[in-house]
Structures are given as C-alpha cells and as structure tokens.
C-alpha cells in the first residue's frame, strides 16, 4: 500500500499536546460531493487544514497518513487491519497516540480487529468517523476529529495516556471499541456499546469513566500478529430457518468456526434436524460461538431448554460479546501459529470484549 504524508508541527516546541500519528482510510469524514458524479468522493487531504483550520491551536505534532486510495469502509479487509496494526507498531515509538479516521458503516470491526492485533499496546489508538464530510457546514467531522485527537493526548498527573486500549470516539462518547456497535445510519450517535459503559464523555469538559478504562500497563512493547483467518461466517438464526440453508453454510470447504446468533439469551430450535447439524459440524472440528442477537444482556447457556443440548454439545458462550467483537476474535484465534486451544481461548475475555458470567 502507498501513502500521502501531511504534517503539521505544534506552535511550542514538543506541543504539549505530545505528537499524533493520524491514518486516514476513508469514509465519509473525508469525501466531498462531487456535482459532475453526482456522488460523494474522497477528498484531498492536503485540504484539511483549510477545512479544519482549529486543529493547529491543538498544539500538537501531527502527522497525516492517508492511504493512496482511500476506501468507503464497506471494502475493509482482514489484511487492511493487518496493514493498519503494522503501521501502528512501525511507528510505535515515535509517536505517543493514533487517530485512525475511518468510514463508520465498519468501525466496529475494525476496531475490535486492532484490539487483538495490536498485542502489548499500551498507547491511545482512538477511531473516529462522521456520519457528514467535512466539507458540509452542519458535519460532525470536525467535532469529532478534534476530540479524538485531544482523547489522544490526555496524559494523567504521572504522564502516563489516560487512554491506552482501541477506542472508538463519536458524537460526545468514548467507547471501548471492542465493545461498539453501529447503530445508527442516519443521526450523529452512531454509535454505540449497550454491554460496558462508556469511557468518557466529552461536554465543556472530558469527564473520564476511570472504573472502566483499561489501567495503563506500562511502556510495554508492541507485536502484532501477522495472520487473521477468514474460514469463519455468520450464521444468523430466525424462525423458520430451512435445513439446506444451515446445512449449506455448515459444509462451506475449510470453514473452521461459526458465530451463531442466537435468540435472546442464547437459544435456538430445538428442532432435532438443526440440533444434529450443529451437533456434526462440532464432530467435524468446527467451533460453534454462540452469541446473541439482543444488543443488550448476555448469553446463558442452559437455563432454557433451548440452549441446554447446545451446551451439551460443546457450543461456546459468547456472553455479552457483540456479533463485530466475536468473528474478529474467531479469525485471531485461528490465525494463530502453533498448537492453541481455540476453544478455551474463545471462551475466556482477551482483551476487555466480554465479561464472563459469574
Ligand atoms: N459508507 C461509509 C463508510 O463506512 C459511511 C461512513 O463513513 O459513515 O465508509
């Protein structure tokens, strides 16, 4: 991949606002309506500053990175993340936070990719996006950007990031981004996480939401796993789902897990065609997730009927994970080199995404 660098540099020296590293991917935040297409297209982002002329009273050294091609978000790949977490720890130490401007209709996939990739991390990686370009006098790109960036450098009384976990910032909330959900197409909350609290909340000031920030570890270093395994799918429950349709998806060649998204607390038919199906593509080696298809509340394996030959059988719980959090999680967990225990790995919290039952 090619990239354009802009910088801009803080009016004292060594801002106190530390240095920022921004990536630009794409979406919305970044196009501008093209009247000859007819169509939004991404802008050039030498162009910010004349749209965003306030992001140089941040006092902060920034630099832009924008992708050659910036891409609607719709077109984001387990190898874009990949890409993404390998410029984060290229230029991990020369930089103290990282802004990732990105199209919203994906962010929470991303973000939730990046939390697994990125292993150590112990710096702000803050996503952000907007629902209009920047160029439109009513767009929340502006809002948005410049709170991200500020989040960014937040440093507590020890100089330590007050933020050191994948985020994603929108209209006002911090959320955890392994914890976020798009919810929203066309108001400016886009976003947002039904199971965990918010982080922090920008109004006249940023309020922090201290209990439930991940605490700063330490300047550990950062590795970044190099392979996410794409041999996983959906497999999205309704009623009077057919058996080719479960049968098909439970055949697809090499697939080695399934998230299925379940009713309520977990359950599903209990119809004995649907349970054997599920019951043979464990005895095949694939991993069943379950995970529910309510935004809030969680998965309680056996406390109907409708879910205990599930537990039985060996499906995982997903507990309060969201549908993003767990197919990134599955092709993490798959794309691991060596002897792993997928299972157990996928049924135990990583990185924040999910809270166990007690
Ligand atoms: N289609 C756009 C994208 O996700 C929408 C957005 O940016 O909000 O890239």
């Not at 091609?69 to 719709?74: M, N, V, Y």
């Not at 069943?288 to 998965?299: A, H, K």
Request: with cysteine; hydrophobic share 40%.
């Amino acid at each position: 991949m090619e990239y354009a660098t802009i910088k801009i540099e803080a009016e004292t020296d060594g801002g106190p606002g530390g240095s920022v590293l921004v990536i630009y991917t794409g979406g919305t935040l970044g196009m501008v309506f093209e009247s000859r297409k007819g169509q939004l297209v991404p802008f050039n982002f030498e162009q910010l500053i004349d749209k965003v002329p306030e992001i140089c009273r941040l006092n902060q050294d920034i630099t832009f990175l924008s992708l050659k091609e910036p891409i609607d978000s719709s077109n984001i790949a387990p190898e874009v993340w990949i890409e993404l977490a390998n410029i984060i720890a290229r230029n991990y130490f020369h930089y103290d936070s990282f802004v990732i401007l990105h199209g919203t209709d994906t962010m929470a996939y991303t973000a939730s990719a990046l939390s697994y990739l990125l292993e150590g991390l112990s710096k702000p990686v803050i996503l952000t996006g907007a629902q209009l370009p920047i160029g439109v006098a009513r767009s929340d790109a502006r809002e948005n950007m410049l709170t991200a960036l500020e989040l960014a450098s937040a440093r507590n009384e020890r100089g330590e990031p007050m933020i050191s976990e994948v985020c994603i910032y929108f209209n006002s909330y911090l959320l955890r981004g392994n914890r976020s959900k798009k919810q929203e197409s066309s108001d400016f909350d886009a976003f947002h996480s039904a199971n965990y609290p918010y982080l922090a909340k920008a109004g006249v000031s940023i309020e922090y939401n201290l209990p439930y920030i991940r605490p700063f570890k330490g300047r550990t270093s950062l590795t970044v796993q190099q392979h996410l395994d794409p041999n996983v799918a959906f497999l999205k429950l309704f009623p009077g789902i057919t058996p080719p349709v479960v049968k098909s998806l439970c055949h697809i060649p090499g697939l080695r897990g399934i998230v299925l998204e379940t009713f309520g607390a977990g359950n599903a038919p209990t119809a004995p065609w649907f349970l054997d199906e599920l019951q043979a593509a464990i005895n095949r080696g694939i991993l069943i997730f379950n995970v529910s298809q309510c935004d809030g509340g969680r998965v309680s394996l056996g406390r109907y009927q409708t879910s205990r030959q599930m537990l039985e059988m060996g499906v995982i719980s997903g507990e309060d994970i969201t549908a993003e959090a767990a197919i990134t999680k599955m092709m993490y967990v798959f794309g691991k080199s060596g002897k792993v225990d997928s299972s157990k790995l996928l049924a135990q919290e990583m990185e924040g995404e999910m809270s166990m039952s007690t």
